[in-house]
């Protein structure tokens, strides 16, 4: 099993660019995150979902979007992208409602 | 807001000697509580977990401590090993698997 794949791990945008992250996975997890990483703060939940079909904004849903028409893949797009987005983004999922979540190895965004 | 912190941004042990990690929160809904490690260029992985019914649990070298009356968790690690350095991240749910994650706190193990 390849787990949680992420895919670009690096990418550099300018401003106003978009991009789709892309998120896949094969455990088979009805839960799906996309977090954020900014230096000294923890993860912060962009959005989630509970499984195929259903998503649900996070703490910090600004300027971002996902669908989940699959169980297996998540992407997350970024429109019109700001330095602010600058940031690394993981993806994760669970089978459990437990928050034991597997995460992807992050992707590491700049907008210039 | 900040729910859930960790207020010491790094921690330095000596290589056999224990590590100690402290989480605060604030939230008194919160029901479940993790940790989870990162090395650098790799995704966070799970740790070790805590119920708020119980006040302990033990995995190992690794053992979390909750203090609900306290809003307060520590974990800590006996003894330190080399491979033990990265940075550990402290959260917190309830009941709707959506965790709010501390800043973490970067452990350096000395030889």
């Known amino acids: 099993n390849a787990g949680v794949t992420q895919t670009p791990k690096f990418r550099i945008l300018k401003i106003g660019q978009s991009m789709t992250l892309q998120c896949t996975q094969d455990?088979?997890?009805?839960?799906m995150y996309w977090y954020r990483q900014d230096p000294g703060m923890g993860l912060k939940l962009i959005y989630y979902s509970v499984g195929a079909g259903i998503t649900d904004k996070g703490e910090v849903p600004n300027g971002y979007n996902v669908s989940r028409s699959t169980t297996e893949d998540f992407p997350l797009r970024l429109e019109l992208a700001a330095p602010s987005q600058t940031s690394v983004y993981f993806c994760?999922?669970?089978?459990?409602?437990?928050?034991?979540?597997?995460f992807g190895e992050g992707s590491r965004l700049t907008v210039l | 807001d900040q729910q859930v912190k960790q207020n010491s941004p790094s921690l330095s042990v000596q290589e056999g000697r224990i590590s100690i990690l402290n989480c605060d929160y604030t939230n008194s809904m919160f029901d479940y509580f993790l940790w989870y490690k990162k090395y650098p260029a790799e995704g966070p992985t799970f740790l070790i977990s805590?119920?708020?019914?119980?006040d302990k649990n033990e995995d190992g070298r690794f053992t979390v401590f909750l203090n609900k009356s306290a809003k307060h968790l520590s974990l800590h690690i006996v003894p330190s090993q080399p491979g033990d350095s990265a940075v550990y991240f402290c959260a917190a749910s309830f009941n709707d698997y959506k965790l709010s994650f501390g800043a973490g706190t970067t452990v350096t193990v000395r030889a």
């Open positions: 805590i119920s708020s019914i119980k």
């Open positions: 455990m088979n997890h009805n839960y």
């Open positions: 994760a999922g669970t089978g459990m409602g437990t928050g034991e979540l597997f």
